[in-house]
């Protein structure tokens, strides 16, 4: 199965700053990665798909990159509505595996 | 809009069984594939199982097989999960999904991300 290693599990950050997020893959899964963000007490909601596409109605203060087996997520300008729980999804090989989750919350 | 609501949820004692129901709605159920994610509480997403639009086509996570099983009734756009043999592993919310096609070629579309989900049902196993 291909584990998916993102990093760093949490990350403090304040509005306004600029987010890097990993997910490191153990084995390529070429650009078959989505980014999901999960607010508490809902269901999670497609960011990114392809490694770099935006789903229809993210901001484009979102932005993916990377392929094989490094990828990021970055937040350009972190928004108060954007402190979530965010993972990564590779859709290349069964079984569908996710990350561990990269929580980030308010510094 | 998609909409996917997710019902079946329950207290169940281990060993029991339970079914999950989506019920689908705002697109046209039968040209996509399907799944179902779980999420223990406090804990990270956990696909399960993922069914081709056509229900000929099944897949599971290790952990799951012989005990779980996906289905589909295009007719009443609804999707299934059937829970045996739970445990208390097996605890978690457990979301609908819609999978977003990857790439087609002719009438065959290898399954993608997910880009719709339900708002979930709980499903608890404990004695």
């Known amino acids: 199965e291909v584990v998916l290693t993102q990093s760093p599990a949490t990350l403090g950050v304040s509005p306004g700053e600029r987010v890097t997020l990993s997910c490191r893959a153990s084995?390529?899964?070429?650009?078959?990665l989505a980014w999901y963000q999960q607010k508490p007490g809902q269901s999670p909601g497609l960011l990114i798909y392809?490694?770099?596409t935006r789903a229809i109605g993210v901001p484009d203060r979102f932005s993916g990159s990377g392929s094989g087996t490094d990828f990021t997520l970055t937040i350009s300008s972190l928004q108060s509505d954007d402190f979530a729980v965010y993972y990564c999804?590779?859709?290349?090989?069964?079984?569908?595996?996710f990350g561990q989750g990269t929580k980030v919350e308010i510094k | 809009d998609v909409q996917l609501v997710e019902s079946g949820g329950d207290l169940v004692q281990p060993g029991g069984s339970l079914r999950l129901s989506c019920a689908a709605s705002?697109?046209?159920?039968?040209?996509?594939?399907m799944s179902w994610v779980r999420q223990a509480p406090g804990k990270g997403l956990q696909w399960v199982a993922h069914i081709k639009k056509d229900g000929k086509e099944k897949h599971y996570v290790d952990s799951v097989k012989g005990r779980f099983t996906i289905s589909r009734d295009n007719g009443k756009n609804s999707l299934y999960l059937q829970l045996n043999s739970l445990t208390a592993d097996d605890t978690a919310v457990y979301y609908c999904?819609?999978?977003?096609?990857?790439?087609?070629?002719?009438?065959?579309?290898?399954?993608?991300?997910?880009?719709?989900w339900g708002r979930g049902t709980l499903v608890t196993v404990s004695s």
């Open positions: 705002g697109f046209k159920f039968s040209t996509y594939w």
């Open positions: 084995q390529s899964v070429s650009t078959n």
């Open positions: 392809g490694a770099s």
């Open positions: 999904a819609r999978v977003k096609p990857r790439h087609c070629i002719d009438e065959n579309c290898y399954p993608g991300s997910f880009d719709s």
């Open positions: 999804q590779q859709y290349d090989f069964w079984p569908r595996t």
